[in-house]
């Protein structure tokens, strides 16, 4: 089932609305700001083996514990920081997703300097396939399979199949001109 299809059948109504916002204002459009890409793999991350709603529920506490997502900021984390974050019960607290989000906050910091920024090194790197981005992405970072990928990119605009065509939210979509049109 697409998201699109999702949102359309879900109940009740506190539910929707979050679901909502999220479909209707952030999944499928590029993202230009490195802390904001940095903040969606985050999330994606850390909704391995959860729900998307689990997610969406904790991304002000995501959003507060990991520094607004400021990649630099995060990268300079220390062992104090890790704890703190251990601690947190706002976000999801698994040892493994708190090191890859320190972790890949440092790679993007050296992809930086190679590409400019993390949108520069997607961009690079467009267009792949997706297996192609899996593979990439693996070697790259933390704790990022096809799942956390895949949606990764097509929540940020880079791989196709954020929402069906009959969704009036693909429209807007498209004139936002998302990275999967300039194959």
Known sequence: MSYCS???TMQPEARKALHQNYHDNHYGFPIHNDDELFGRLLMEI???GLSWETILKKEAAFREA???FRIAEVAAYTDKDRER???DAGIIRNRLKINAAIENAKTILLLREQYGSFAGW?????PLSKDAWVKLFKKTFRFTGGEIVGEFLMSTGYLKGAHSEDCPVYQQVLKAAPRWMTT
């Open 6 to 8: 999702f949102i359309s």
């Open 85 to 87: 974050l251990l601690q």
């Open 46 to 48: 850390n909704q391995a």
């Open 122 to 126: 997607l961009d690079h790197h467009h």
């Open 66 to 68: 990991y520094s607004n």
